[in-house]
């Protein structure tokens, strides 16, 4: 199935860094989301944005969706042990059969060694 | 307010035997997601239900795959003959009509066919 193009694949950080990385799409979404996912468990949502162009921060994470509405991004700085885990990003359709199901992305394995 | 809820936690289960998983979405939800996820990709949609009713099914959800929410609360997700092909992590979500549709996610439920 269609999934969305997410980068990078994986990254390793020292603490107190910062973070980015991203999801396109070929096709326009109506609503971006990103979820955190550890092992075993399942993904919790962290942002959710419904407007192009929107930035919106939750704590030490900011999210944007793009302009084009066929990509988003997500940064985390000052990163910590905790944070270490798999981001999804998501997108959401509105109206039509399509409407309501999220399609993922690959994921981002984050590492941060202290 | 209780999140989504799933049972069991892991199942394994021989190839060709029925398996049946329990999802309890969050009260007062009347959208209701199943999902699949095999390692290092993100969840795929397979079925969504709004109260009662199965809106949209996945190409993924072969005859072998049944799901119900009966009475619009909790609902199933039946393999028939399961294939080793099944063995994947199973995710439910839910999320409420009327605001901003947001998808929260139960645990999962790790199948594993042998």
């Known amino acids: 199935g269609q999934q969305l193009n997410q980068s990078p694949q994986s990254m390793f950080i020292q603490e107190g860094e910062d973070v980015s990385m991203n999801c396109t799409s070929s096709s326009i979404f109506n609503t971006w989301l990103w979820y955190k996912q550890d092992p075993g468990e399942g993904p919790v949502l962290l942002i959710a944005l419904y407007k192009a162009g929107e930035l919106t921060s939750n704590g030490r994470l900011t999210a944007q969706f793009g302009i084009t509405r066929k990509d988003s991004f997500l940064n985390i700085s000052a990163s910590i042990p905790s944070d270490v885990g798999i981001y999804f990003c998501a997108g959401q359709k509105a109206g039509g059969t399509s409407y309501g199901k999220l399609t993922f992305g690959q994921g981002t394995i984050l590492t941060v060694h202290p | 307010d209780t999140g989504v809820s799933q049972d069991p936690r892991h199942k394994i289960t021989k190839r060709g035997q029925n398996v049946t998983f329990r999802c309890d979405p969050i009260?007062?939800?009347?959208?209701l997601y199943w999902y699949r996820q095999t390692l290092g990709q993100g969840p795929e949609f397979l079925t969504y239900f709004q109260n009662e009713a199965q809106l949209e099914k996945s190409r993924l959800l072969s005859d072998r795959f049944s799901a119900e929410r009966p009475k619009g609360s909790f609902s199933t997700l039946e393999i028939q003959r399961t294939e080793q092909g099944d063995s994947a992590m199973y995710l439910c979500?839910?999320?409420?009509?009327?605001?901003?549709?947001?998808?929260?996610f139960g645990p999962g439920t790790r199948l594993t066919v042998t």
């Open positions: 979500a839910s999320s409420k009509t009327g605001g901003r549709d947001e998808q929260y």
């Open positions: 009260s007062e939800h009347n959208r």
